[in-house]
T-cell receptor, first 112, second 113 residues
Framework: DAKTTQPPSMDCAEGRAANLPCNHSTISGNEYVYWYRQIHSQGPQYIIHGLKNNETNEMASLIITEDRKSSTLILPHATLRDTAVYYCIVRVGNTNAGKSTFGDGTTLTVKP | KAGVTQTPRYLIKTRGQQVTLSCSPISGHRSVSWYQQTPGQGLQFLFEYFSETQRNKGNFPGRFSGRQFSNSRSEMNVSTLELGDSALYLC????????????FGPGTRLTVL
């Protein structure tokens, strides 16, 4: 699986959009980009995933660059409860999908 | 529907003992993966089971083993516990793999004294 690079920490003001970047320059054509978050001492929570098109769900939007070498997770209106570690991972969409390689993630702190 | 459940939630063992952790996936999910999370190493993949067969394996010693039952429930076993095995052990389930998202359980916090 391709390696990802994320900034170790970011701050965001409550109510503002949080934009979390991720670099995955060695991504392969059959690898998906997934985002998870982990609130302290809980299991990671799935947020969103995509292959090459931008995706949106009730939690967030995922913007993937045309060359697929980077992506941005957007939380449109961050709340204090969005404070967590956010993981960007890339994973092959086949039988290896049960194996996810997590990096160090980005610790997002939402401030009032 | 119910999420991924893991038992026990907390466990204290001593060095040299063995431990068995249990994971019940979301109903209908056939893939179960196990991860170890420690402050120093982060989240590391242990192994994945699909339809009672180990499909993927991470870089952990043979003291770490697992199995999956016909109802997709999974157990992992750690023998001859070491202090460094203290960690949060997470289980994740998905329907079949592919591009399906994984849903994680709350984890089992293992402390080895």
């Amino acid at each position: 699986d391709a390696k990802t690079t994320q900034p170790p920490s970011m701050d965001c003001a409550e109510g503002r959009a949080a934009n979390l970047p991720c670099n995955h320059s060695t991504i392969s054509g059959n690898e998906y980009v997934y985002w998870y978050r982990q609130i302290h001492s809980q299991g990671p929570q799935y947020i969103i995933h995509g292959l090459k098109n931008n995706e949106t769900n009730e939690m967030a939007s995922l913007i993937i660059t045309e060359d697929r070498k980077s992506s941005t997770l957007i939380l449109p209106h961050a709340t204090l409860r969005d404070t967590a570690v956010y993981y960007c991972i890339v994973r092959v969409g086949n039988t290896n999908a049960g194996k996810s390689t997590f990096g160090d993630g980005t610790t997002l702190t939402v401030k009032p | 529907k119910a999420g991924v459940t893991q038992t026990p939630r907390y466990l204290i063992k001593t060095r040299g003992q063995q431990v068995t952790l249990s994971c019940s996936p979301i109903s209908g999910h056939r893939s179960v993966s196990w991860y170890q999370q420690t402050p120093g190493q982060g989240l590391q993949f242990l192994f994945e089971y699909f339809s009672e067969t180990q499909r993927n394996k991470g870089n952990f010693p043979g003291r770490f083993s697992g199995r999956q039952f016909s109802n997709s429930r999974s157990e992992m076993n750690v023998s001859t516990l070491e202090l460094g095995d203290s960690a949060l052990y997470l289980c994740a389930s998905s329907w079949s793999g592919g591009d399906n998202e994984q849903f994680f359980g709350p984890g089992t916090r293992l402390t080895v004294l």
